[in-house]
């Protein structure tokens, strides 16, 4: 599942009972996963098991990749859904300093997870635990990794969305819908078990804040539509009879404007505020403001 971990780390995602992750629902996979899976016998498996998703080997590579393109660093708490035996994991804490959690729901994979932490040195600062994805608390992660299938990935979507501004998700190979990437990177992999390009695509997302609606400040209504990390406004003034309209880019708390680098707004205590007074400078922006979200149709 989650961004692979292991030099030879399997993978494995949780069970979900009411996850459309049945036997012939295989047909939404690529062609040469669905390949790989009638010829490894996943689907007799899936037949058997009818909510897993299948085991994948993820190469070291990979691993370092996704941790790098997400910049874990000590501060960060990591968590892997579908964790397998715990490579990622351990690799966070070993080699970039980070605390993590392993989720994963085959007993003896995490046994085997916690057995490796000891040996490596870091079972002080990481965690497995037997337990579902759909049900683990993400609110705690700064970074959360996954190598789930396409499916799995848009179930657990709205969750993500959900978590703290500024957390980074990474997926390895699988996106995320419409949600495109803030950034993705083609790791040469040739040792990589399926599919016929020995490549793999690690993605990186960042989670925007929500800023979605009507925001006021004196004399002025900033209006905002949002998709996923991008916005369009229109901030109208009583004080200009023509409006202002930009769009931009979410980065995190940070809103930019495209072309227009005076302007820039941070999320700060469920306040939108101009995030230095010396760079807005934009005709009709106001040089320092508060905007709160409207409680009713006007300001």
């Given at each position: 599942?989650s961004?692979?971990?292991?030099?030879?780390?399997?993978?494995?995602?949780?069970?979900?009972?009411?996850?459309?992750?049945?036997?012939?629902?295989?047909?939404?996979?690529?062609?040469?996963?669905?390949?790989?899976?009638?010829?490894?016998?996943?689907?007799?498996?899936?037949?058997a098991?009818?909510?897993?998703?299948?085991?994948?080997?993820?190469?070291?590579?990979?691993?370092?990749?996704?941790?790098?393109?997400?910049?874990?660093?000590?501060?960060?708490?990591?968590?892997?859904?579908?964790?397998?035996?715990?490579?990622?994991?351990?690799?966070?804490?070993?080699?970039?300093?980070?605390?993590?959690?392993?989720?994963?729901?085959?007993?003896?994979?995490?046994?085997?997870?916690?057995?490796?932490?000891?040996?490596?040195?870091?079972?002080?600062?990481?965690?497995?635990?037997?337990?579902?994805?759909?049900?683990?608390?993400l609110?705690?992660?700064?970074?959360?990794?996954?190598?789930?299938?396409?499916?799995?990935?848009?179930?657990?979507?709205?969750?993500?969305l959900?978590?703290?501004?500024?957390?980074?998700?990474?997926?390895?190979?699988?996106?995320?819908?419409?949600?495109?990437?803030?950034?993705?990177?083609?790791?040469?992999?040739?040792?990589?078990?399926?599919?016929?390009?020995?490549?793999?695509?690690?993605?990186?997302?960042?989670?925007?804040?929500?800023?979605?609606?009507?925001?006021?400040?004196?004399?002025?209504?900033?209006?905002?539509?949002?998709?996923?990390?991008?916005?369009?406004?229109?901030?109208?003034?009583?004080?200009?009879?023509?409006?202002?309209?930009?769009?931009?880019?979410?980065?995190?708390?940070?809103?930019?404007?495209?072309?227009?680098?005076?302007?820039?707004l941070?999320?700060?205590?469920?306040?939108?505020?101009?995030?230095?007074?010396?760079?807005?400078?934009?005709?009709?922006?106001?040089?320092?403001?508060?905007?709160?979200?409207?409680t009713?149709?006007?300001?």
């Open positions: 599942m961004p692979q971990g292991r030099p030879k780390g399997e993978h494995r995602s949780a069970r979900h009972k009411s996850t459309p992750m049945r036997c012939g629902r295989f047909a939404f996979l690529p062609t040469a996963l669905r390949a790989f899976a009638l010829a490894s016998g996943l689907l007799a498996a899936a037949a098991a009818q909510d897993d998703v299948p085991f994948i080997t993820t190469p070291d590579k990979v691993t370092l990749g996704m941790l790098e393109l997400a910049g874990v660093g000590p501060a960060d708490h990591l968590i892997d859904l579908g964790s397998g035996d715990g490579r990622i994991v351990i690799t966070a804490a070993r080699r970039f300093g980070a605390r993590g959690l392993g989720v994963e729901i085959v007993p003896e994979l995490v046994k085997k997870s916690r057995e490796l932490a000891r040996v490596a040195g870091v079972q002080e600062r990481v965690e497995f635990r037997e337990q579902d994805l759909f049900t683990t608390d609110g705690g992660a700064s970074v959360v990794t996954m190598y789930l299938l396409p499916a799995v990935n848009l179930q657990l979507r709205p969750r993500l959900a978590l703290a501004p500024g957390t980074r998700v990474v997926s390895h190979d699988w996106d995320m819908g419409d949600w495109l990437p803030d950034r993705t990177v083609t790791v040469d992999v040739p040792d990589k078990a399926v599919g016929k390009e020995k490549v793999s695509r690690i993605h990186l997302w960042i989670v925007p804040a929500a800023v979605q609606g009507a925001w006021c400040a004196p004399g002025r209504r900033l209006e905002i539509t949002q998709r996923f990390q991008t916005f369009s406004a229109t901030l109208t003034s009583t004080a200009s009879p023509v409006p202002l309209v930009f769009d931009g880019r979410i980065e995190g708390s940070t809103l930019r404007a495209h072309g227009m680098q005076p302007i820039e941070r999320i700060e205590g469920g306040a939108l505020r101009t995030r230095r007074a010396e760079i807005a400078t934009a005709p009709g922006w106001p040089a320092e403001a508060q905007f709160e979200r409207a009713s149709r006007s300001c």
